[in-house]
């Protein structure tokens, strides 16, 4: 069973409304979407960690449809500290030992994964340091990936993966990466939002304004 957003979004308008909603039917498709693209998150991450703690699966088998690629990231620099680093594209499921980044790499070379600093400041002065060699190492504050080195001479862009639940990367068209049962989590938890909103137009006379009409 496949679903796509739109189809998902036009089946909780009906279930709610239902059946076949009329002209002035309080629920918009746009609204039902954004509200899919939360409750995706939330369902989708449950099952990530599920997948992590069921004594067989561990970080690494993470799903590729959750895996979210960004292409031609540019690499900054922060003036006030000199310090070079690449704004990360989204929010990532926090996982154990920060694996929500899947990877950073040189986007003309990206299968040079760069290597993650857990403690910048403790590893930059251990002789294990030296072991980033020819590579570069990062670290993570504030949504931001810092470099241990400047790299921005040698390095114009990269690619960034992210685990994400729900990216933006899904159009309103394109298959959803969900289970049957996965499936109707997201449209019970939509259909408790939309409802618990409550009617606007509570009028059902075929017309979108929420007041009566009583003209002649």
Do not use: C, W
Not at 25 to 49: C, F, G, H, M
Not at 159 to 167: E, H, T
């Amino acid at each position: 069973m496949s679903v796509t957003l739109n189809q998902l979004a036009y089946q909780i308008r009906q279930d709610i409304s239902n059946g076949r909603p009329s002209k002035d039917t309080p629920y918009n498709i746009d609204y039902i979407i954004l509200k899919i693209r939360e409750a995706l998150n939330e369902v989708l991450a449950l099952e990530i960690i599920r997948r992590r703690g069921n004594g067989k699966d561990d970080d690494r088998s993470i799903p590729s449809t959750y895996i979210a690629t960004y292409l031609d990231q540019e690499i900054l620099n922060e003036t006030s500290t000199g310090r070079d680093y690449v704004a990360l594209p989204d929010f990532y499921i926090n996982l154990k030992y920060d694996k929500g980044i899947h990877a950073i790499a040189p986007m003309k070379n990206p299968l040079k994964t760069m290597i993650r600093m857990p403690d910048p400041m403790v590893y930059s002065n251990l002789a294990a340091g030296e072991l980033e060699g020819d590579n570069f190492g990062y670290y993570v504050e504030d949504q931001k990936a810092y470099f241990m080195k400047k790299i921005r001479d040698r390095v114009d862009s990269v690619i960034i993966k992210l685990v994400v639940a729900a990216p933006d990367k899904y159009s309103v068209n394109d298959v959803l990466p969900l289970s049957p049962e996965n499936i109707i989590q997201v449209q019970e938890r939509v259909k408790e939002t939309m409802i618990s909103r409550g009617i606007q137009d509570k009028i059902n006379d075929q017309n979108k304004d929420i007041q009566v009409n009583v003209s002649n």
